[in-house]
């Protein structure tokens, strides 16, 4: 990391940071929690002096919308150069979610622009929009003012010399709210005028060709949008069917069902011609920033490498800064099944001493913090098969299939790595996992295999049966009683002849 980082390793990184704390907390908790536990989480990242921000950063106003539709936050350069940072957080939901949700089959008027002509932009992003305009922080009765007004009083409080420069920033669905927030705060009168700067990155379109006439005819001082290359969210809605076409070598190459969905999510837009605002600042053009673990051709290893390459912590990457601290990660736990009042180990990374530990829907209120890898908790009351999840001010980890509870039973059956994952008919492939047991059946796609061997419950081996086209990728599962493994890019195996 340069002593001097960059504008954009900055801006990228204040807009990562709008993704702490973004899940609320399995068990519930009430949004002034939600709001107070994101607000420690960025503040103590903003006064890390290891990231591009350098601990050069105070934040000044957060307010999550209503349901935590969208977030936005204000933070103030602290080193005498008179900076701001408007941030805003998309829509906390999966990729596909994001792109079938905005609506963009219908366009509105956006009046609040200050165009003095008539502009139009897509009823998502309106409505994303007026949910940021209008969010109050709640954190405290002192701070219950919107972002407009926030801003108004931090520029009060600013020297008049250098001139202020406000920057819109915002990562995916928040990049493309920082776009309309630009010329709706440009249009407002300040105390003390400042330059405005747009930089997003990730950012799906906002609006038509008018919306794009009018923005790009106001004076920023920076007017920039970073994409990679191989992001399929900022091609909405300009440009998505191109990404059918996606990846070249070494892949993965789109499914049918990807090249469907991509094009049944393209006609939402319903004859609308969206084009995106800005100065294009590609990057990752010769694709050389990949999973190189998601590159075969199945739909799961599409959307997988999709996500990867749309992630913030790629674009922090892309940008040359340095990664932000992420959520905690559960990676399995031990037992996976038993009764209420049962110890369990998680195990994971990123865990801290204010970690809090949930059962599906049900807190956990005796846990023991062993290590930022391992938590020692007792059951709490519940039913059925649940996914465990650890919570910290940064975030909530992720549901994952190693990381399941069976209440009284059986264990969740999970595979979880095949190795090789490549081979010929008749190659002798261990499966690891948890929840086997002896007389386990073993798929290959929809082939069973005809040699098994009952290693553990963690483990199986079994041969790779024919199949009618002996060079594809299949999913690998395992069958125990009526319990079914479920399909990920973990259990794929690769064909490679006869």
């Not at 062993?370 to 059951?379: E, F, M, P, Q, Y």
Request: aromatic share 8%.
């Amino acid at each position: 990391m340069a002593t001097d980082p960059t504008t954009a390793q900055v801006t990228m990184t204040l807009a990562a940071l709008a993704a702490t704390g973004a899940t609320p907390r399995p068990s519930g908790e009430t949004p002034q929690q939600q709001t107070e536990r994101i607000i420690t989480g960025i503040n103590a990242q903003l006064s890390d002096p290891s990231l591009a921000t350098q601990g050069a950063w105070r934040l000044m106003w957060l307010a999550l919308s209503e349901a935590n539709a969208n977030m936005a936050y204000i933070a103030r350069s602290t080193n005498g150069s008179n900076e701001f940072a408007v941030v805003a957080r998309g829509t906390d939901a999966d990729l596909t979610d994001i792109l079938e949700d905005l609506d963009v089959g219908t366009v509105v008027p956006f009046p609040e622009s200050g165009s003095p002509k008539a502009i139009a932009v897509s009823k998502g992003a309106m409505d994303a929009f007026k949910r940021v305009v209008n969010a109050r922080s709640i954190a405290s009765p002192s701070s219950n003012v919107t972002l407009a007004q926030a801003l108004t009083a931090a520029l009060n409080s600013a020297p008049s010399s250098p001139q202020p420069t406000v920057y819109l920033t915002g990562h995916s669905l928040g990049g493309c709210i920082a776009t309309m927030l630009a010329p709706y705060l440009q249009a407002q009168t300040w105390p003390k005028q400042p330059k405005f700067a747009v930089i997003t990155y990730a950012a799906p379109t906002a609006g038509v060709q008018s919306f794009v006439d009018y923005f790009d005819s106001v004076p920023w001082v920076i007017d920039e949008r970073h994409n990679n290359a191989y992001d399929l969210v900022p091609h909405a809605w300009a440009d998505l069917d191109t990404t059918a076409g996606w990846y070249p070598s070494p892949g993965p190459q789109a499914t049918e069902e990807v090249k469907l969905l991509i094009g049944a999510i393209s006609k939402r837009t319903k004859g609308n011609l969206y084009v995106q605002p800005g100065r294009l600042c590609p990057m990752n053009t010769s694709y050389t920033s990949l999973a190189k673990n998601l590159v075969n051709k199945t739909t799961q290893d599409f959307l997988g490498q999709v996500a990867f390459q749309h992630a913030n912590s790629t674009y922090l990457d892309l940008v040359g800064a340095p990664a932000v601290p992420s959520a905690p990660v559960v990676t399995d736990v031990a037992p996976t099944f038993g009764e209420p009042g049962a110890t369990v180990t998680i195990n994971g990374i990123g865990f801290s001493k204010d970690s809090m530990v949930d059962f599906g829907d049900f807190a956990c209120p005796t846990r023991n913090i062993d290590s930022d890898s391992r938590i020692t908790a007792k059951v709490p009351d519940g039913t059925g098969v649940v996914h465990v999840r650890v919570t910290n001010t940064l975030g909530t980890s992720p549901a994952v299939a190693m990381g399941q509870f069976a209440y009284g039973g059986p264990a969740p059956v999970v595979v979880s790595a095949v190795g090789p994952t490549s081979g010929k008919v008749g190659t002798l492939v261990t499966i690891s996992g948890s929840g086997f047991a002896d007389g386990a059946t073993v798929h290959f796609k929809d082939k069973a295999s005809d040699s098994v061997k009952f290693v553990s419950t963690g483990q199986i081996i079994a041969t790779a049966p024919g199949q009618l086209d002996d060079h594809q990728t299949v999913n690998l599962t395992v069958t125990v009683g009526k319990a079914t493994s479920p399909t990920s890019p973990a259990d794929e195996f690769t064909y490679t002849g006869r």
